[in-house]
């Protein structure tokens, strides 16, 4: 099982503060089936700057570690994004790392209240650019979920998105957990990844959001999310469904 968004490294973001800890969630990662990590630090929000070199340089420790430790999971490079209007400025300079360095999947951040006005013509900028934008947890932001249909035009016109195992399993909430089940449905959702932190609150959830998903969508659902993952890791095409407009949400009000 591949896992294409989490934070294992230590001390680089809000993942792991200590080599230990992330030592113990890549024990976790295994323990569920794991076998492949893209681990994917934060980078140009507020908080953390993790520049492409740093990561390349912390991955290729980390994995020395898991090895030394005899922890059986291979782990790739990749950032989460946080979009910003000279994105493309920065990709041309060589400053953003893309899933497994060499692929054209960018996970892509938005802020947690709104989508920036710029999204559309960023995302129109990347595909010209032979790059393929996976929003990551959409069922989070707040714009979205009271106006699904920002959503569906980004995946209309390219996008694909990520959705996390643990508010598919309803640890956000019930409510956000209907909100990914409105976006399974409806074609809204490419991969489903653990945004995985830590041993406790944010694990990763992964065999469960994927037997979730089995019991309310059927086999070929869930399959083909994990196809999804798989195309992705060996560079190949993720083509989405066509997808459907969902209603709006304004009676979620979850903020």
């Known amino acids: 099982m591949i896992d294409i968004h989490n934070h294992l490294l230590p001390n680089i973001d809000d993942g792991p503060s200590s080599l230990y800890e992330s030592l113990s969630l890549a024990t976790d990662a295994v ?27 912390e991955i290729e420790m980390f994995q020395i570690h898991l090895e030394n430790e005899q922890i059986p999971l291979t ?13 493309i400025e920065r990709i041309d300079r060589d400053e953003i790392l893309f899933l497994n360095n060499k692929s ?22 990347l595909q010209v650019n032979n790059h393929r934008p996976i929003i990551a947890h959409p069922e989070r932001n707040k714009d979205i979920i009271q106006d699904p249909s920002k959503l569906y035009q980004l995946v209309k016109n390219g996008a694909l998105t990520q959705l996390t195992a643990s508010s598919v399993c309803g640890y956000a909430g019930k409510k956000i957990q209907k909100f990914c089940f409105k976006l399974i449905e409806s074609n809204l959702a490419h991969f489903i ?61 979850l903020f």
Do not use: C
């Open 31 to 57: 323990n569920m089936g794991i076998n492949t990590v893209y681990v994917t630090p934060h980078h140009l929000n507020p908080q953390f700057e993790n520049p492409k070199d740093k990561i390349l340089k």
């Open 104 to 125: 054209s999947y960018l996970l892509l951040e938005f802020p947690s209240n709104n989508v920036p006005r710029f999204t559309s013509k960023i995302v129109f900028e």
């Open 193 to 253: 990844a653990s945004d995985a932190h830590n041993s406790n609150s944010r694990s990763f959830n992964l065999p469960e959001a994927y037997s979730l998903i089995e019991q309310k969508f059927g086999m070929y659902k869930k399959e083909e999310l994990i196809e999804n993952a798989n195309l992705l890791h060996n560079s190949e095409l993720v083509v989405g469904n066509i997808p459907e407009k969902v209603a709006s949400n304004k009676f979620f009000n």
């Open 75 to 87: 782990v790739r490079p990749g950032q989460e994004v946080r979009i910003v209007g000279d994105l």
